[in-house]
């Protein structure tokens, strides 16, 4: 949730929440986050064109998933919290250098927040946790010693389908 809430923030702070709302289309969406957020060397028409594709591909996979065409937060809706306590990071095993936000998939064709999110057996909150998530039965989640990585926020689909974020 962390990595969220930076992400705002950072694009608040370079006035680019207005302009990310007026934009009429996802070219215009896209084009604005690489240009004038992520600005690469390669900013060509080619390169845009292809961002705005796979923001399309997105966005047709998800949209109307959540009632609507995007996922906002409510009182209803709201990001569930998920500590991860067997994981490296949480348990502190090594010491890490913090770089900043890294946005990335992780390159698996599988949208299920289950598969990388579970939370620890002894989570005061664990069944109902499992019942949004649904269970990970091949174990191979994020939530484990052996994973040297610090997540801070998931996005993907709950066990019923829905979007959302953890």
């Keep these: ?10 694009l608040k702070n370079m006035n680019l929440i207005g302009r990310l709302n007026a934009a009429t289309n996802i070219f215009a969406a896209s084009t604005l986050i ?9 900013k060509s028409n080619k390169v845009k064109n292809y961002r705005s594709s796979l923001s399309k591909t997105f966005y047709d996979k998800f949209k109307g998933t959540s009632g609507g065409t995007s996922v906002k937060y ?3 809706l709201a990001p569930l919290e998920c500590i991860m306590t067997n994981s490296t990071c949480f348990k502190g095993t ?3 250098e913090i770089l900043g936000v890294l946005w990335h998939s ?25 019942s949004k ?3 990970n039965t091949a174990h191979n ?6 994973i040297q ?11 019923d389908g829905s979007i959302g974020s953890v």
């Design 1 to 10: 949730m962390c990595q969220l809430v930076f992400l705002y923030e950072e």
């Design 74 to 76: 409510t009182d209803k």
């Design 34 to 42: 690489l240009t004038d957020f992520e600005n690469p060397l390669d």
């Design 141 to 146: 989640d994020w939530n484990s010693i052996t």
């Design 133 to 135: 998530l649904g269970i």
């Design 106 to 130: 992780t390159g698996a064709n599988n949208p299920n927040l289950k598969r990388y999110v579970q939370p620890s057996q002894n989570d005061k909150n664990y069944k109902k946790l499992i």
């Design 149 to 159: 990585a610090g997540v801070n926020a998931w996005v993907g689909k709950f066990a």
């Design 94 to 96: 090594s010491k890490m």
